[in-house]
């Protein structure tokens, strides 16, 4: 049973400090979302990776915020400083586009943040 | 850009009770609409999607169907069971696009009464 799975699942940390969350996309997946998760804002779209290339990150603070993909199985997103209102669950999502459709996107079961 | 609006926020059922939770879209270029359910403490799960090209698709007991003139879609959930209690998320995005990304509505906490 191929699913997305996503390290840590549960992450507090005291404002200032780095946080990494990682994500396994499933095998073969050739697309990668990073999602945020709060009670305001809904789910919000944060980057999004297409072949490892970094594709759209318009929803993500720049300035504090970085996504990468070091190779195929492993998606990673970076926040330097944390700040209390990073406080979410951030959530990786994985699909396989193809000839410019894409199919459904598989997410993982979260890594829910608190910055203290 | 696209934006989607869901109604209800909360829905509250008997068991055995249908339920309907409706969203419209903003893209007339929007072609691929897909509903996830996310349980407590868990990422959301595709139950069913739906692409322009068709106007109502069924999987047992739930149903979406799509409108395109009107740019609003729906779920149906006939037959509900207390499982089914959950947050429910509509969505809707154009295949084919430069990105593809989906944009979500607000969810719907649906609660199944026994």
């Known amino acids: 049973d191929a699913r997305v799975t996503q390290t840590p699942r549960h992450k507090v940390t005291e404002m200032g400090q780095e946080v990494t969350m990682r994500c396994q996309p499933i095998?073969?997946?050739?697309?990668v979302f990073w999602y945020r998760q709060t009670m305001m804002q809904g789910l919000e779209l944060l980057a999004y990776?297409?072949?490892?290339?970094?594709?759209?990150d318009s929803g993500m603070p720049k300035d504090r915020f970085s996504a990468e993909m070091p190779d195929a199985t492993l998606a990673t997103l970076k926040i330097q400083p944390s700040e209390p209102r990073d406080s979410a669950v951030y959530f990786c999502?994985?699909?396989?586009?193809?000839?410019?459709?894409?199919?459904?996107?598989?997410f993982g079961p979260g890594t829910r943040l608190t910055v203290l | 850009g696209e934006n989607v609006e869901q109604h209800p926020s909360t829905l509250s059922v008997q068991e055995g009770d249908s339920a309907v939770i409706k969203c419209t879209y903003s893209?007339?270029?929007?072609?691929?609409f897909p509903w996830y359910k996310q349980e407590l403490g868990k990422g959301p799960q595709l139950i069913i999607d739906?692409?322009?090209?068709?106007g109502e698709k069924k999987d047992q007991r739930i149903a979406v169907t799509l409108n395109k003139t009107a740019k609003h879609f729906s779920l149906h959930i006939t037959e509900t069971q207390p499982e089914d209690s959950a947050v429910y998320f509509c969505?809707?995005?154009?295949?084919?696009?430069?990105?593809?990304?989906?944009?979500f509505g607000t969810g719907t906490l649906l609660a199944v009464q026994p």
């Open positions: 999502a994985s699909g396989f586009l193809i000839g410019g459709t894409t199919d459904t996107q598989y």
């Open positions: 095998l073969g997946h050739n697309t």
């Open positions: 990776f297409r072949n490892r290339a970094p594709l759209d």
């Open positions: 893209d007339s270029a929007s072609n691929y």
């Open positions: 739906i692409r322009s090209n068709v």
């Open positions: 969505a809707a995005s154009r295949r084919g696009g430069a990105t593809n990304k989906l944009i």
